[in-house]
């Protein structure tokens, strides 16, 4: 079984770049049948898909995020990362990081991290 854990500040002032880790206790993350996925649930709202980047290390983000979102990782830790610049409070939510197969579907998801944008 794969656990995803996300970490990173839980508070974060308007204006700065908002940073996440997501932790993959096991398997690759260049296993050519998986993609590594971001996705948030603002308060009160649904869920919004924000990135992915897969197992050529290309990258496909929410166009209304595409410019202030960059998703990377390390293979050497498993572990891939969200970087969303210039955050106000509307980025205030639960950040949740996960494994997508291509073509089953979401498999594993962490269990989420809150994140608050306020000065």
């Known amino acids: 079984q794969v656990q995803l854990q996300e970490s990173g500040p839980g508070l974060v002032k308007p204006s700065q770049t908002l940073s996440l880790t997501c932790t993959v206790s096991?398997?690759?993350?260049?296993?050519?049948?998986?993609?590594w996925s971001w996705i948030r649930q603002p308060p009160g709202k649904g869920l919004e898909w924000i990135g992915y980047?897969?197992?050529?290390?290309?990258?496909y983000y929410s166009p209304p995020l595409r410019s202030r979102t960059s998703i990377s990782w390390d293979t050497s830790r498993n572990q891939f990362t969200l970087q969303l610049k210039s955050v106000t409070p509307e980025d205030t939510a639960v950040y949740y990081c996960?494994?997508?197969?291509?073509?089953?579907?979401?498999?594993?998801w962490g269990q989420g991290t809150q994140v608050t944008v306020s000065s």
């Open positions: 996960g494994r997508v197969h291509y073509g089953l579907g979401a498999d594993y």
């Open positions: 096991s398997g690759s993350l260049t296993n050519n049948d998986y993609y």
């Open positions: 980047i897969n197992y050529r290390y290309s990258t």
